[in-house]
């Protein structure tokens, strides 16, 4: 995992599901406050020509002592994806799906990395929030960008985790793999995943591990 140098890797990528909202009342009322994302839609879509599966599948991901976050199903990722003007195909949500979630898992594993420092103290972290932030590059993406050439990130997520009563924010920026050559298409997808330095000790943290 990378911390303050290249991003480390994962040989997926996925369509961005995370851009906010347009305009309208400032509230997003039909939006989940826990993960800036559609509150969940199981219902077929009007423009749906084939049905797709409603079944969930459980990440390895806590979401409190007893449970664990959930993936949402091949129905609500495409009304989810239409809702946001993409134009899903239901032949491709199978593969969308598990890619999201191989992603979504790549980077909880790369927090834990992180929270090893911590492991005396909190054997167990949780994500309790997460969301979405495409456009709101981080001044690291944007250093990279500006001295070292890299293009920004196709996407960023901030996830809020319990350390044992205490909120950490991690940030993760997506950047877009290399391209398949017969394709043209990227075929990876590059995770930056670090703490924000929100305090002092993220600040210690992220100087001891700057070469991680």
């Known amino acids: 995992m990378s911390t303050d140098t290249k991003p480390t890797t994962t040989t997926t990528t996925t369509p961005d599901a995370s851009n906010a909202l347009g305009g309208g009342c400032p509230i997003a ?31 390895t991901i806590p979401r409190t002592e007893k449970d664990n976050w959930q993936y949402p199903s091949p129905q609500m990722f495409f009304n989810a994806m239409k809702k946001k003007q993409y134009e899903p195909k239901e032949d491709d949500m199978n593969v969308v799906i598990s890619i999201h979630n191989t992603v979504n898992e790549r980077c909880w594993e790369h927090i834990l990395d992180w929270e090893k420092e911590y492991k005396e103290e909190c054997d167990n972290p949780k994500l309790i929030k997460f969301s979405g932030k495409a456009q709101d590059f981080s001044p690291k993406a944007r250093f990279l960008n500006l001295c070292l050439g890299y293009k920004l990130p196709f996407d960023r997520h901030d996830w809020i985790i ?20 017969d394709s043209g298409k990227s075929i990876g997808i590059y995770l930056d995943v670090r703490p924000a330095i929100d305090d002092y000790s993220s600040l210690v943290d992220r100087l001891k591990n700057i070469w991680k």
């Open 29 to 59: 009322h039909d939006v989940n406050p826990l993960n800036n994302m559609y509150k969940p839609n199981q219902n077929p879509h009007p423009d749906q020509v084939k049905p797709l599966s409603t079944d969930r599948i459980t990440s």
């Open 162 to 181: 319990d350390r044992n009563g205490k909120k950490v924010r991690y940030i993760i920026d997506f950047y877009e793999g290399k391209l398949d050559k």
